[in-house]
């Protein structure tokens, strides 16, 4: 008799409609959302709908020694998600897995699977006026697994925090296929140590996430959003200062948006430069809050006046209307998409203290400039955290292939500049496989023996996401 393999035993597990396993099938679930990169082969896509589906897997793979990705809507950008090259890796989609448990409105909570989608969770929140307030632009496939394992940022962590501060509790299926809660809707609860931090932020090296209880707020009723020309980049930390003073807990989000970014965004997706007289550097600048619009419009204009007095901003357009809102963050939330779309690629997703952002991209952009003459620079994104999505584009002469040649020295250059301002090599992406080099390079080495020591004693086998962080 022929024994049964660990994957007919997981087949038989999830039934005909809970797997993968045809090349043309599995595909979508083994390539990255950017590029070719990581694009790599999976032994089976297992898509489970519970969590004793999860820990019944885990348990054959943990038996078997058979590597596991979890994977949510793979919009990572830095190959955690997708498996490797070699064909014997399971990838674990928690897609199936998207039901939202309880809903606490009284202590502001949810308690949902991870598989849910960011976007479809707000949508189901906004029928009781509440909102999970994180904002990325992946936010229609991104899914809660994936943003609690990356400890995702975006457009409103100066108010709200990363994800991190939002998790109240996580349910986690261990290595060996045994199961941790620690769901909870406590605000206060110090009974030693806080195990759930282990695990949000780590890359999916740790176990799955099968379900989280996050904290939720009050959906914003009233919204003011402005877009401004920096008559210099130096101003940036200047206006964002002064906007935490005047504009106080309105102040939601403030953005760099770079001419070229607008420009491609123009270019290759349709939008309309949305200023007159653009400037090198632009500010998008958001209030909200569960209050009248006129209390908000005020204060903007209040707070907008003196900038133009002082020569702080030379141009600027006000969102009249939902819609006006909506172009706006159209432009600001399809950089990444435009510059798909535009060429040959390096990325940084780096954050600096926030005084420091005018002087990290001066320097920055001479070093990269110098190596690659023509080289195409676009800083954009989080800088009311310090966040800079540092983006090179191969200059236009340049073929793709030719550009990347670079990319070793291009990150070299750029990564010593952070590292000298006290910053770091990921402040949201996370590091997978894309930087676990840098990883290595810039992180401290008692740092890094203490990460080594915790993913060997809960992950012993190192079946969960090998090779990737470290
Ligand atoms: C257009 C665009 C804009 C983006 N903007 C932002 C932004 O502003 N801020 C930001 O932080 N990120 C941003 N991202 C990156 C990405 O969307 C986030 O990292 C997101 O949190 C990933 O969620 P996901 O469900 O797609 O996870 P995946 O890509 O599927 O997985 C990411 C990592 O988490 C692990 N993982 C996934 N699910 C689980 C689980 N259930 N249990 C354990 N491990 C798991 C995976 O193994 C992998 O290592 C953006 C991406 C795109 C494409």
Redesign the pocket.
């Given at each position: 008799m022929t024994p049964i393999t660990p994957l007919d035993q997981i087949r038989t597990l999830l039934g005909s409609s809970g797997f993968l396993d045809q090349p043309q099938d599995k595909e979508p679930y083994e390539k990255p959302?950017?590029g070719k990169d990581f694009h790599g082969k999976a032994a089976l896509v297992a898509l489970p709908t519970s969590v004793e589906q999860v820990q019944k897997i885990v348990k054959i793979c943990h038996h078997h020694r058979i590597p596991i990705?979890?994977?949510?809507?793979?919009?990572?950008?830095v190959g955690?998600?997708t498996p490797d090259e070699s064909g014997s890796e399971i990838v674990l989609n928690?897609s199936r897995m998207k039901r939202l448990r309880t809903v606490d409105p009284i202590g502001m909570s949810v308690t949902v699977e991870?598989g849910c989608v960011l976007a479809s969770l707000n949508d189901q929140l906004a029928e009781q006026n509440l909102w999970f307030p994180v904002s990325?632009?992946?936010e229609g496939?991104?899914?809660i697994?994936?943003?609690?394992?990356?400890n995702?940022?975006?457009?409103n962590v100066i108010k709200y925090g990363t994800t991190r501060q939002l998790v109240m509790g996580l349910e986690v299926v261990l290595p060996d296929g045994s199961l941790l809660e620690l769901l909870s809707p406590l605000k206060k609860d110090n009974t030693g140590y806080d195990l759930k931090q282990l695990?949000i932020g780590?890359?999916?090296t740790l176990?799955?996430?099968?379900a989280a209880t996050l904290s939720l707020v009050a959906k914003p009723t009233a919204y003011q959003t402005a877009f401004l020309a920096l008559s210099s980049l130096e101003h940036a930390p200047i206006i964002l200062q002064k906007a935490m003073h005047r504009l106080r807990e309105y102040l939601v989000a403030c953005e760099l948006v770079p001419r070229l970014a607008v420009e491609l965004v123009c270019k290759h997706l349709g939008a309309t430069q949305p200023l007159q007289n653009p400037t090198d550097y632009m500010l998008l600048l958001e209030l909200s809050g569960t209050c009248e619009e006129s209390l908000l419009s005020n204060l903007l204009q209040g707070f907008l006046e003196p900038l133009f007095e002082e020569n702080l901003i030379t141009d600027g357009v006000l969102a009249e209307s939902g819609k006006q809102r909506a172009q706006l963050w159209h432009i600001r939330?399809h950089i990444?998409?435009a510059e798909k779309k535009e060429g040959a690629m390096v990325n940084f997703d780096i954050t600096v203290p926030i005084d420091h952002v005018p002087a990290f991209i001066t320097e920055a952009s001479t070093a990269v400039s110098t190596l690659v003459p023509g080289i195409r620079i676009l800083p954009f994104g989080?800088v009311g955290d310090g966040n800079i999505h540092f983006n090179l584009l191969e200059p236009t002469p340049l073929a793709p292939t030719a550009f990347l040649t670079h990319k070793p020295a291009l990150k070299k250059a750029v990564y010593d500049i952070v590292h000298r301002h006290q910053g770091s090599i990921s402040a949201?992406?996370?590091i997978?496989r894309e930087r676990k080099g840098e990883l290595a390079t810039y992180k401290s080495t008692p740092a890094l023996e203490l990460m080594r020591t915790i993913k060997q004693a809960i992950d012993y086998y190192g079946v969960f996401?090998p090779g990737?962080v470290f």
């Amino acid at each position: 008799m022929t024994p049964i393999t660990p994957l007919d035993q997981i087949r038989t597990l999830l039934g005909s409609s809970g797997f993968l396993d045809q090349p043309q099938d599995k595909e979508p679930y083994e390539k990255p959302w950017r590029g070719k990169d990581f694009h790599g082969k999976a032994a089976l896509v297992a898509l489970p709908t519970s969590v004793e589906q999860v820990q019944k897997i885990v348990k054959i793979c943990h038996h078997h020694r058979i590597p596991i990705v979890p994977q949510g809507g793979n919009t990572g950008l830095v190959g955690g998600s997708t498996p490797d090259e070699s064909g014997s890796e399971i990838v674990l989609n928690l897609s199936r897995m998207k039901r939202l448990r309880t809903v606490d409105p009284i202590g502001m909570s949810v308690t949902v699977e991870a598989g849910c989608v960011l976007a479809s969770l707000n949508d189901q929140l906004a029928e009781q006026n509440l909102w999970f307030p994180v904002s990325i632009g992946s936010e229609g496939s991104a899914e809660i697994g994936g943003l609690v394992s990356t400890n995702a940022g975006g457009v409103n962590v100066i108010k709200y925090g990363t994800t991190r501060q939002l998790v109240m509790g996580l349910e986690v299926v261990l290595p060996d296929g045994s199961l941790l809660e620690l769901l909870s809707p406590l605000k206060k609860d110090n009974t030693g140590y806080d195990l759930k931090q282990l695990f949000i932020g780590a890359e999916g090296t740790l176990g799955v996430i099968t379900a989280a209880t996050l904290s939720l707020v009050a959906k914003p009723t009233a919204y003011q959003t402005a877009f401004l020309a920096l008559s210099s980049l130096e101003h940036a930390p200047i206006i964002l200062q002064k906007a935490m003073h005047r504009l106080r807990e309105y102040l939601v989000a403030c953005e760099l948006v770079p001419r070229l970014a607008v420009e491609l965004v123009c270019k290759h997706l349709g939008a309309t430069q949305p200023l007159q007289n653009p400037t090198d550097y632009m500010l998008l600048l958001e209030l909200s809050g569960t209050c009248e619009e006129s209390l908000l419009s005020n204060l903007l204009q209040g707070f907008l006046e003196p900038l133009f007095e002082e020569n702080l901003i030379t141009d600027g357009v006000l969102a009249e209307s939902g819609k006006q809102r909506a172009q706006l963050w159209h432009i600001r939330d399809h950089i990444s998409e435009a510059e798909k779309k535009e060429g040959a690629m390096v990325n940084f997703d780096i954050t600096v203290p926030i005084d420091h952002v005018p002087a990290f991209i001066t320097e920055a952009s001479t070093a990269v400039s110098t190596l690659v003459p023509g080289i195409r620079i676009l800083p954009f994104g989080h800088v009311g955290d310090g966040n800079i999505h540092f983006n090179l584009l191969e200059p236009t002469p340049l073929a793709p292939t030719a550009f990347l040649t670079h990319k070793p020295a291009l990150k070299k250059a750029v990564y010593d500049i952070v590292h000298r301002h006290q910053g770091s090599i990921s402040a949201e992406h996370g590091i997978g496989r894309e930087r676990k080099g840098e990883l290595a390079t810039y992180k401290s080495t008692p740092a890094l023996e203490l990460m080594r020591t915790i993913k060997q004693a809960i992950d012993y086998y190192g079946v969960f996401n090998p090779g990737r962080v470290f």
